[in-house]
């Protein structure tokens, strides 16, 4: 029995030898698991009796168990290389059947399928077109085909406007032609000032007559008029009075024109304003030019003169014997008093007398001006009727080309459905607050593709409300913030349409966000993170969800698993993920060469799923796990295998002597 005690230790000692030489020979194979040999001790028995002292009869290999323990990562230069950190294994197909490995070391092949060195194809999840991944498991293929342009169907700005910023453009109405002599002959106007913040309205009453301050009741001048409706918010007035000879001095009252009473030694001048003499030193007047000069010496500053061009009652000049035009002398006095001019000779002068004219403009504030009672058409106001008549003047108004003209501006790129770039500007130019300006804050939005207005911004700008804590109210009443460009077509350098799609059809309604896949050059712009705070102007974040073509130029994979590609473009698509497989008995698993294995019964089915999810490790990309096999143990573990293989043929040898003395007994 000592002779088969012995061999069944050679045997064993023998086992352990090779499962340590295989563990010394793997120690640098990607992926491999160490293995270790497991004993039992043999004891024979009988059936209903084994003895009280049984002797055993040697030893008996139970078991070669591998070790799953993880291995090192260690990294390297192949984009697809991965590492599982942690539990699972990668899946792969060997002509439909299925294997399972933890050595990561993929390429690809002709056909663009992930497979390992020995051409198995890596299962995973595939993905769309889009790059959404489809939960789909099937053999991973990296598309190397360009990546295909997209559109900009929205675009996100997240701005803040200063909201310390000034109001840029002016809105002035210059009234229509306010008569004086109709408003004095009418006993005076009444109107009200309607205003556009819905501040109460002022009633205006402007009377014809005042007193002279001596208890009697004259006309009032253009001077006064001008004076009250200067105290009127919202409005402003100025009066000038202006005299001309020719137009306002007839050649009748035997005085004759202006030039000949100057030719008589007798020539006499004089000038009042609202009847109070104004000295003029005109003793040695004989010309126009010295009148003018003589004129515009007196002491009264609001008082001048000019030499002009003579017109005649049609507004046509009034021409000489020679054919030249005719010079006249104007007296202006700027503050819109009552002139008497007097002039002519000692035998023979003539008075007369010209009224001021009034200058009426209201700003942007003013939204109406109306009689006091607006039903009765029988009442009527001259200055309503002259605001009626008026004309708007927008001085400062916005020019894209003017930088004066606007508060803020920002650019962006988007693309058409070619894969065309295009410059998109948002320009912001800052309105009077709405109201009383309490609580409320207010800004006009053009936009601009290439140089062109665009989403109707030509005819009238979009108006951007913010809230008293500088958060976004709506944009035209729309709570979102969003703006609709839906009339945008694309060009190219030249100005002409570049082929790519264009606006909607007429009457085709324009749905956000805009469906995929998109029809037309419609855009959504949403500002609806844009704030006003009291700091400067600045972008925040600006994100459009449109590109050119891109080539592939290279690829990711994340933790998950998830194999990206980068695009030229500077875009990126999921083409698919990794899957992992776990098994509740991975000692289980059956080996079968190329540090793979196959699914056994003991082992139990496999548990597939994602990468970093549930009990399944994350992937490391552009690593391998090296082998888990502790080379100075194996050593050891040689050592002690062959002390164990010595002393068994010990064991034989000393049974062999002992055999053999018994033989020799005579």
């Known amino acids: 029995m000592a002779f088969n005690t012995g061999l069944s230790g050679l045997r064993a000692a023998s086992v352990d030898l090779e499962v340590t030489g295989n563990n010394i020979a793997n120690a640098s194979t990607v992926g491999f698991k160490s293995s270790k040999a497991q004993f039992g001790d043999l004891y ?33 230069d192949g984009g697809l290389d991965m590492a599982i950190s942690g539990d699972g294994f990668f899946i792969l197909s060997n002509n439909g059947e299925t294997r399972y490995s933890r050595a990561g070391q993929f390429g690809i092949d002709k056909d663009g399928f992930v497979t390992n060195n020995q051409n198995m194809r890596v299962q995973g999840y595939t993905a769309d077109s889009d790059g959404n991944l489809s939960g789909i498991r099937g053999d991973l293929k990296i598309e190397t085909d360009n990546l295909s342009p997209r559109r900009t169907t929205s675009l996100e700005s997240d701005l803040n406007l200063d909201s310390r910023e000034s109001v840029l453009e002016a809105r002035v109405n210059r009234l229509g032609e306010v008569p004086l002599g109709d408003l004095i002959a009418n006993g005076g106007d009444d109107f009200v000032v309607v205003y556009a913040d819905g501040s109460p309205n002022q009633t205006v009453e402007i009377p014809g007559q005042v007193d002279n301050g001596a208890g009697v009741l004259r006309d009032i001048t253009a001077r006064e008029v001008a004076g009250m409706l200067n105290d009127i918010p919202g409005v402003s007035s100025s009066a000038t009075t202006l005299f001309t000879f020719e137009s306002d001095a007839s050649a009748g009252g035997g005085i004759g024109s202006l030039e000949t009473a100057l030719a008589d030694p007798d020539f006499e001048f004089s000038i009042a304003i609202d009847g109070q003499n104004i000295p003029i030193a005109t003793a040695d007047v004989s010309t126009k030019e010295e009148l003018v000069e003589a004129i515009n010496s007196s002491s009264t500053s609001s008082l001048s003169a000019a030499l002009v061009d003579a017109v005649d009652a049609s507004g046509n000049p009034i021409l000489d014997a020679s054919g030249e035009v005719v010079q006249d002398v104007r007296i202006i006095d700027n503050r819109g008093s009552n002139l008497t001019v007097t002039y002519g000779i000692a035998a ?41 008549a008026g004309d708007l003047t927008i001085t400062n108004s916005f020019n894209p080309l003017d930088q004066r003209t606007y508060n803020h501006a920002t650019s962006t790129t988007i693309y058409d459905s070619l894969g065309n770039s295009h410059e998109l500007t948002q320009f912001f130019v800052k309105n009077p607050a709405p109201g009383n300006g309490v609580g409320v804050s207010e800004w006009s939005v053009y936009l601009q593709i290439d140089g062109e207005l665009v989403g109707g911004t030509a005819n009238s700008p979009y108006t951007a409300r913010f809230t008293e804590d500088g958060t976004l109210q709506s944009v035209n009443g729309d709570a979102n913030g969003e703006i609709i460009i839906a009339d945008w077509t694309p060009k190219d350098p030249n100005g002409e349409p570049n082929g790519a799609d264009g606006p909607p059809m007429p009457g085709e309604a324009v749905i956000t966000p805009i469906p995929e896949p998109p029809t037309s050059s419609a855009l959504v712009l949403n ?43 500077g875009q990126s698509k999921s083409l698919g993920q990794v899957a992992l497989a776990s098994f509740n008995n991975t000692n289980g698993l059956s080996p079968v060469g190329e540090t ?6 003991e082992s139990g089915q496999a548990v597939i799923g994602a990468p970093d999810t549930g009990t399944l490790g994350a992937i490391k990309a552009s690593s391998v796990e090296e082998s888990n096999v502790d080379l100075s143990a194996e050593l050891v573990n ?29």
């Open 527 to 569: 500002l609806g993170s844009t704030t006003q705070y009291g700091a400067a102007f600045g972008v925040n974040d600006q994100r459009q969800n449109g590109y050119t073509t891109g080539r592939l130029s290279g690829l990711d994979v994340s933790d998950q698993g998830v194999i990206f590609a980068r695009y030229t473009n």
């Open 596 to 601: 793979t294995w196959v699914e056994t019964f």
């Open 638 to 666: 040689l050592i002690i295998a062959q002390r164990n293989y010595q002393a068994n043929a010990k064991t034989i040898e000393t049974s062999d002597a002992v055999t053999q003395t018994i033989i020799n007994l005579r």
């Open 348 to 388: 023979a002068t003539a008075d007369y007398d010209k009224k001021g004219e009034l200058s009426i403009s209201t700003d942007r504030s003013v939204q109406d001006i109306t009689t006091t009672n607006p039903n009765d058409p029988a009442v009527s106001s001259l200055v309503a009727a002259g605001f009626d």
């Open 44 to 76: 024979a028995s009988g059936f209903l009796s084994g003895g009280t002292n049984p002797i055993g009869d040697g030893v008996r290999v139970q078991d070669i168990k591998q070790s799953f323990g993880q291995g090192n990562i260690s990294f390297t």
